[in-house]
T-cell receptor
Framework: NAGVTQTPKFRILKIGQSMTLQCTQD?????MYWYRQDPGMGLKLIYY???????DKGEVPNGYNVSRSTTEDFPLRLELAAPSQTSVYFC????????????????FGNGTRLTVT | KNEVEQSPQNLTAQEGEFITINCSYS?????LHWLQQHPGGGIVSLFM???GKKKHGRLIATINIQEKHSSLHITASHPRDSAVYIC????????????FGQGTILTVHP
């Protein structure tokens, strides 16, 4: 199994450009998440989804949009890139196992390093 | 005060030493995660625990729910253990919406 696959690995954007970060998982996981990691800071949740068709905001959603049309895919859209969005972005997924879902490990993609200049 | 605080922020050890990384949190939780971020950037889940202790190879994680404290121990450390170790706790009652610590940078010298 490939696990969680993110593309691209690196990207440089100019201010105001838009792009979509792709994330796909082949583990049939219900939960999917987008995090950003700024230097010296902890990971912060941007958006998450508990299943196809259901998404919700995390801590830092401004400037981003998501969709979840299938179980496998959870793309993150940046509409008007700003320097503050320079970061490393991680997609993750986990299985829903009912009441013991907290026992389900998170599976992370390898990250996308985005620079906005 | 951050909801999740780790100590130390940086840790340097010699190969073979016993390592302890601490995580304190200020909110009530159902489970705590320990993650490892490799120098190349990839993140893997090491443990999730809601009580007591878990062991995997040379790694041991403990948690004291009453004291809101968890520790990650590495026995017989090795240079390949060099990585950033991150603890995370759920925000509220929503599993997966995690608050992360800033990470502990561990360097193990041969």
């Amino acid at each position: 199994n490939a696990g969680v696959t993110q593309t691209p690995k690196f990207r440089i954007l100019k201010i105001g450009q838009s792009m979509t970060l792709q994330c796909t998982q082949d583990m049939n996981h219900n939960y999917m998440y987008w995090y950003r990691q700024d230097p010296g800071m902890g990971l912060k949740l941007i958006y998450y989804s508990v299943g196809a068709g259901i998404t919700d905001k995390g801590e830092v959603p401004n400037g981003y949009n998501v969709s979840r049309s299938t179980t496998e895919d959870f793309p993150l859209r940046l509409e008007l890139a700003a320097p503050s969005q320079t970061s490393v972005y991680f997609c993750a997924s986990s299985a829903w196992t009912g009441a013991s879902s907290y026992n389900s490990p998170l599976h992370f993609g390898n990250g996308t390093r985005l620079t906005v200049t | 005060k951050n909801e999740v605080e780790q100590s130390p922020q940086n840790l340097t050890a010699q190969e073979g030493e016993f390592i302890t990384i601490n995580c304190s949190y200020s909110v009530g939780i159902s489970a705590l995660h320990w993650l490892q971020q490799h120098p190349g950037g990839g993140i893997v889940s090491l443990f999730m625990l809601s009580s007591g202790k878990k062991k995997h190879g040379r790694l041991i994680a403990t948690i004291n729910i009453q004291e809101k404290h968890s520790s990650l121990h590495i026995t017989a450390s090795h240079p390949r253990d060099s990585a950033v170790y991150i603890c995370a706790v759920p925000r509220g009652t929503s599993y997966g919406k995690l608050t992360f610590g800033q990470g502990t940078i561990l360097t193990v010298h041969p």
